[in-house]
C-alpha cells in the first residue's frame, strides 16, 4: 500500500506475529492499471481496464470492475470488485478469472504433486444484497466463462449470507462458517494447498497479523484439480458486491506471513493502523503509547496485545481472548465458527450459558449436552461414571437385558447391569377392538403415482380424521366407476366412549379433478370450529388455487340434525370478505384452539422455495352470515443463507395449541425440491400466530409489520441435522394437557450400521422422540428399531394421561425410497409419561392380507376424551390388477387395557364407565365375549365375534361396570 503520510515510515514486510517463511510473489494488486476510461473487465466489447490480464466470468457483462479502494491509503490504490445477478440460477454468475500460467512475469501454476500457498485479502460491501460468492483455484480457466461457474472450481471457498454486508465464510457452501463477514472490513485468507492429496487449508485473519487455522483438509470440489491449478477465480450469483485486493503465492508451501508491506511511523513495532484504530499516537514511541506500554494496566504490553489482537485499552481483551467475554477465542470458533458469543448467553437454549459450557467441556451448540451431560446422550456424566467408570455407554444399550435402556434405567435410578434392579413403570398396552371399514371403493391412484399409490392417508394431510362431542368425522376420495371420476365424501357416526354406531355417509359432489396427476399432495384435510359448530374441508391442491368449503352453523353443535343435502355451502377459492382467490396453496391444516376458534396454515410457493402462512378464522353469527377469515400472514419464512441455497421451504410437523392458548410448532428445512431436509426447529406463540419467540422466550418474529422466521432466527434449532441423515419432512407432532411439546422424527440412528447415499431412506433409521418439557429442556427418546424396523412416517398422540402413542407402517426390509411408497404392518408403540417417555416399546402389530399402503392417521380427539386409539388407513392393492380402489379402514384400539399374565388367560379393565375385557386373540380363530350378571342361567354374547389378529384384543361392554355384579368370559371358534 502507498502512504499519503508526509513522515519517513517504516514499512515492515510482514506480520510481526509470524517468522518470514517462504517468498511471496504479487498476483495482482489492481494498481497499476489505468483505469481512467474504462474500468470493466470482459464486458462483452466495453473495453477490458487489465489488457487481458483478467477474463471476465460469463463475460462479465458490466459486473467486474477495477475500482479506486475508499479506504486506501493513497492515489492508485485499486481493487477489483464483483457482483452477480440474482435469480437466474446457473446465468447469474459474473466475476472475473486469471490465467497463473501467463499473468505475472513468470509461471505461477501450482504444480500437480506440489504444495504452494495464496493470500488474497476480500471485502463484503455493506448497503444490501446477498451473498453467494465463491473464490478459489482451478486446472480449467476456459471452462470459467462457458459453463456454470458453480461447478468449475476446484478449491472452493465460499461467502455467503444476508443483506447488509453480513455474511459467512465457509470452507465450501455446505461447511460451517470459519469467520462472521461484517461490511466493509478487510479478510487475510490463506489457503495452503496439498495438490498431491488434493486437500487444503484454510487460515484467516483481519488487519496485518498473521493466519490463524480455521479449516483443515478441506477437499477438492466438482472432480477437479487432477493436474496443475492454472487459474485464480471469483464469481457471484447474488446482487451483494464483493471486492478483492492483493493476491500473492508462494510456491514454495505453507506461508502464513502477512505479505503487504505495513506502516510503522515511530518505529516501535506497532503498525500505525493498529495505533489508529486502538487510540494511541502512531508517531509517539514512548510510554502508554510504545510497544512496552500497557494503558489498560492489564499487565499485557501494547506489543502482546497486537500479537494476539486483543485490545490494548480494554483490561478484559488479554490475549486468548481478545474480546473480552470470558470465552477462549480458540472455544468460540470451534464452535461458533467466530467470536461474536458472550458469556452470558446461551445459543443452544438449554439454560447453561456459554461460560458454565465451557467450563465443562460440553457442547454449547446442542440443547442435549449440558454441564451434567457433556456427551448429550441422555445419560448423566456422573451416572455414567458410576456404573460404567466412563462416557461410553449408549442411551439405547440394555447391558443386564431386564427390557430397560441405560437411558430408562437412569431416570429410574437402578442399577442397568443388575437384571434384578429394573424400573417399575410400563408403557401402556393397547388392544384391537374393531375394524371399521369405511369405505369399500376409496380411490387410489395408478401404480406408477410418483408418491405412492394412497391419497387417502398420507403423512401431510393433516387432520382427516376427528371426534367432536357425539360424532366422529371423517373424509375420503370415493370412486364413481360409471363417471370414472373421484369425488370427495365426508362421513360421521356417532361416538360413545368405547362404543361406536353406523357411518352416516354423504357425497359432498365436490370433485377431486387432480386425481389423474397421479400426486398424492393434493390431499383432504377438516376441521371444525366449536365457536359457531361449522364443520371446514379443504382438498385437491398441490400450488393450486384454494379449493374450501364450509357448513351451515351449528352442524356439530346445536344443528345436528342438518347432516345430509344443504349442509355445505358452494365451493370457494376466497378466505377473507375481499373475494381475493388464495392461490399457490399445499398442505392446508385447520387447527382448533382450546378457546373455541380455528385456524388454518398452509404453504405457497414450492418445495424448497416456499412461506408458511397462519389464517385465523371468526366464527359466524347467524346463517347465512357465516364467518370469514383473516387474511393469510407468512410466519415462516424462506430467506437466509445455507450450502449456497439463499431460499428454501420449511416443511412443519403440524401446529397445536396447548391447555393455555400458545400455538407451537415444528419442522424442517428443505433447500431445493431433490435435496434431503436439515435440522429440527420450534417456535411458539401465545398471541394466536402475531408474533414468534424461541424457546428461551426471546420474540424471533412479529408478523404485523412483515416479520417472519427464517433460518437466521436465533434458537429455533433444537436437533442440528445435516441433508445426510436421512431426515424426511412432514412428520408429527402434538401437545399433551401437561402443555409438553412432542414431535416424532424418523431419521439415521447416530449407531447407523448400514450407511446408504440415498436422499431418504429407512435403513439405518430409527423413530425418535423429541419432547419439550414447559420451562425445560429438549429430551431425547428412542422407538427401539430392532424390534420391528421402521417404514412410513409416523403419526402421534396423547391420551388424557400424556401417555403417547405412535403408529406408523414397519416395512419388513428397509428401502431407499420415501416413506409412504412401502406397503406393510400396522404398528403401534408406546411410552407413559410415568418413566418420562423411556419406556418406549411395541404394543401392537397389525397385519392384513393385502398389507396396508400410505401412512396411518389418528383422531387426536378420540384417544384424549374417550381412550381408544382410532387409526385411518387405507387398505393396499397389488399393483398388477389394475385396480384404482382399496377398501379404507378405521381401525380401532383401546389404551391402557391390563395386558393377561398367561396364555389364554383374560383381563378386566375399565374405560369410564365401560368394561374392557382383554385376550390374546390367536390368528386363524374368531373371538367372542358374552356376560353374565349371577352365573346362572345363559351367558349373553356382547357383540359379534371378531377374527383374532395376532395382537391382543380388547372387547368394551358399554356402561358394563354400572351393575353391582357381572361376569365376563370369552369364548373362541375356529372359522
Known amino acids: 500500500m502507498k502512504s499519503a503520510s508526509s513522515s519517513r515510515p517504516v514499512l515492515l514486510a510482514a506480520s510481526l506475529a509470524t517468522a518470514a517463511q517462504g517468498q511471496w510473489t504479487l498476483v495482482d494488486d489492481f494498481d497499476d492499471y489505468d483505469t481512467s476510461t474504462v474500468t470493466t473487465i470482459g464486458a462483452n466489447g466495453a473495453g477490458d481496464a487489465t489488457g487481458g490480464a483478467w477474463d471476465g466470468v460469463f463475460d462479465g457483462t458490466g459486473n467486474a470492475m477495477v475500482l479506486d479502494d475508499p479506504d486506501g491509503e493513497g492515489a492508485g490504490d485499486q481493487m477489483l470488485e464483483v457482483w452477480g445477478i440474482p435469480g437466474q440460477g446457473a446465468g447469474g454468475w459474473r466475476g472475473a478469472v486469471t490465467d497463473l500460467s501467463s499473468h505475472a512475469s513468470g509461471d505461477l501454476t501450482i504444480g500437480h504433486n506440489t504444495s504452494a500457498t495464496v493470500f488474497f485479502r476480500f471485502r463484503a460491501a455493506s448497503g444490501g444484497g446477498n451473498f453467494d460468492c465463491m473464490f478459489g483455484l482451478t486446472d480449467s480457466p476456459a471452462d470459467l466463462d462457458t459453463n456454470n461457474a458453480w461447478q468449475d472450481f476446484a478449491v472452493m471457498p465460499f461467502l455467503a449470507g444476508g443483506g447488509g454486508g453480513e455474511a459467512d465464510f465457509r470452507a465450501d457452501p455446505g461447511g460451517t462458517a470459519i469467520a462472521d463477514v461484517p461490511g466493509d472490513t478487510w479478510h487475510n485468507v490463506w489457503l495452503v494447498i496439498d495438490n498431491a492429496a488434493k486437500s487444503f487449508d484454510i487460515h484467516t485473519s483481519t488487519g496485518s497479523a498473521g493466519g490463524i487455522l ?78 512496552t506500554g500497557d494503558p489498560d494496566d492489564d499487565t499485557i504490553d501494547n506489543l502482546a496485545e497486537f500479537q494476539a489482537g486483543s485490545d490494548p485499552q480494554v483490561a478484559a481483551s488479554v490475549p486468548g481472548d481478545t474480546d473480552g467475554d470470558g470465552l477462549q477465542d480458540d472455544w468460540e470458533w470451534l464452535w461458533f465458527g467466530g467470536d461474536d458469543q458472550d458469556g452470558g448467553g446461551d445459543p443452544d437454549g438449554d439454560g447453561e450459558d456459554n461460560l458454565a459450557e465451557q467450563a465443562a467441556g460440553s457442547d454449547p451448540t446442542s440443547s442435549f449436552s ?85 391419497v387417502n392417508g398420507v403423512a401431510h394431510q393433516g387432520t382427516t380424521l376427528l371426534t367432536f362431542g357425539a360424532y366422529q368425522y371423517g373424509a375420503w376420495y370415493d370412486y364413481d366407476e360409471l363417471a370414472d371420476r373421484s369425488f370427495v365424501v365426508l362421513a360421521r357416526r356417532s361416538v360413545d366412549g368405547a362404543g361406536v354406531g353406523a357411518w352416516e355417509i354423504f357425497p359432498t359432489g365436490s370433485e377431486f379433478i387432480r386425481g389423474f396427476e397421479n400426486d398424492n399432495h393434493n390431499a383432504i384435510t377438516l376441521g371444525i370450529c366449536p365457536a359457531d359448530g361449522t364443520l371446514h374441508l379443504s382438498w385437491d391442491h398441490h400450488g393450486h388455487d384454494l379449493r374450501y368449503r364450509r357448513s351451515v352453523l351449528g352442524l356439530c353443535t346445536d344443528n345436528t340434525a342438518a347432516w345430509g343435502s344443504g349442509m355445505l355451502h358452494p365451493e370457494q377459492s376466497h378466505l377473507d370478505p375481499s373475494l381475493q382467490t388464495v392461490g399457490g396453496v399445499t398442505y392446508p391444516h385447520f387447527v382448533t384452539s382450546p378457546a373455541g376458534g380455528l385456524v388454518l396454515t398452509w404453504r405457497t410457493g414450492t418445495s424448497g422455495d416456499g412461506d408458511q402462512l397462519l389464517s385465523t378464522y371468526l366464527p359466524g353469527t347467524e346463517d ?10 407468512v410466519f415462516i419464512g424462506r430467506g437466509g443463507s445455507y450450502g449456497g441455497s439463499n431460499e428454501r421451504c420449511p416443511y412443519i410437523n403440524g401446529l397445536d395449541f396447548d391447555p393455555d392458548g400458545t400455538i407451537h410448532v415444528t419442522w424442517t428445512w428443505r433447500e431445493t425440491p431433490s435435496s434431503s431436509n436439515h435440522d429440527i426447529c420450534y417456535a411458539w406463540s401465545e398471541d394466536g400466530g402475531a408474533t414468534w419467540r424461541n424457546r428461551a422466550g426471546a420474540v424471533i418474529a412479529d408478523t404485523g409489520p412483515g416479520g417472519r422466521i427464517d433460518l437466521d432466527s436465533p434458537g429455533i434449532v433444537f436437533k442440528p441435522l445435516d441433508e445426510q441423515q436421512l431426515l424426511i419432512n412432514q412428520q408429527s407432532q402434538c401437545v399433551d394437557r401437561e402443555g409438553r411439546v412432542h414431535a416424532m422424527m424418523m431419521h439415521r440412528r447416530g449407531d447407523d450400521p448400514v450407511g446408504t447415499a440415498a436422499s431418504y431412506s429407512q435403513r439405518g433409521t430409527a423413530y425418535h422422540h423429541y419432547y419439550l418439557e414447559p420451562g425445560g429442556r429438549w429430551q431425547e427418546r428412542r422407538i427401539p428399531p430392532d424390534v420391528l424396523p421402521p417404514g412410513s412416517r409416523p403419526c402421534i398422540g396423547h391420551d388424557a394421561d400424556g401417555n403417547l402413542y405412535a403408529v406408523y407402517l414397519s416395512y419388513d426390509e428397509p428401502f431407499d425410497i420415501v416413506p409412504g411408497r412401502g406397503v406393510g404392518a400396522l404398528a403401534v408403540a408406546s411410552a407413559s409419561a410415568a418413566s418420562h417417555y423411556s419406556d418406549w416399546r411395541l404394543v401392537s402389530a397389525l397385519e392384513v392380507a393385502n398389507e396396508f399402503g400410505g401412512e396411518p392417521l389418528i383422531d387426536p380427539d378420540r384417544l384424549v376424551e374417550d381412550g381408544v386409539l382410532s387409526v385411518y388407513i387405507q387398505e393396499n392393492r397389488p399393483d398388477d390388477n389394475g385396480d384404482t380402489t382399496a377398501p379404507l379402514h378405521v381401525h380401532e384400539f383401546i389404551v391402557g387395557v391390563a395386558e393377561p399374565v398367561a396364555a389364554g388367560s383374560i383381563t378386566l379393565s375399565r374405560s369410564g364407565d365401560d368394561a374392557v375385557v382383554s385376550v390374546f386373540g390367536e390368528a386363524g380363530s374368531n373371538h367372542g365375549l358374552e356376560t353374565n350378571t349371577d352365573l346362572s342361567g345363559d351367558w349373553t354374547p356382547v357383540g359379534p365375534m371378531v377374527p383374532g389378529q395376532g395382537v391382543l384384543l380388547s372387547f368394551p361392554h358399554v356402561d358394563g361396570l354400572l351393575d353391582d355384579w357381572r361376569f365376563y368370559r370369552v369364548t373362541s371358534e375356529s372359522p
Open 370 to 454: 449440558t454441564p451434567d451431560d457433556t456427551d448429550g446422550d441422555s445419560l448423566a456424566d456422573d451416572w455414567e461414571q458410576l456404573h460404567f467408570g466412563n462416557l461410553d455407554a449408549g442411551a439405547y444399550e440394555d447391558p443386564d437385558a431386564d427390557g430397560f435402556t441405560n437411558q430408562a434405567e437412569s431416570i429410574a435410578a437402578t442399577v442397568p447391569d443388575d437384571g434384578g434392579s429394573r424400573p417399575a413403570w410400563k408403557s401402556p398396552a393397547v388392544g384391537w377392538t374393531r375394524d371399521s371399514v369405511i369405505a369399500t371403493d376409496a380411490y387410489m391412484l395408478d401404480t406408477g403415482a410418483p408418491y405412492g399409490r394412497v
Open 214 to 291: 480455521r479449516v483443515s483438509g478441506a477437499s477438492y470440489r466438482n472432480g477437479l484439480g487432477s493436474g496443475d491449478l492454472a487459474a485464480f477465480g471469483i464469481a457471484e450469483r447474488e446482487s451483494g458486491h464483493v471486492q478483492i485486493d492483493d493476491i500473492y503465492l508462494d510456491l514454495s508451501g505453507q506461508n502464513l506471513t502477512h505479505p503487504v508491506p505495513v506502516i510503522d511511523t515511530d518505529e516501535d513495532g506497532l503498525p500505525d493502523w493498529w495505533e489508529e484504530e486502538n487510540e494511541l499516537d502512531p508517531g509517539d514511541a514512548t510510554g502508554d503509547n510504545g510497544a
Open 624 to 633: 347465512p352470515a357465516d364467518g370469514v377469515w383473516t387474511p393469510g400472514r
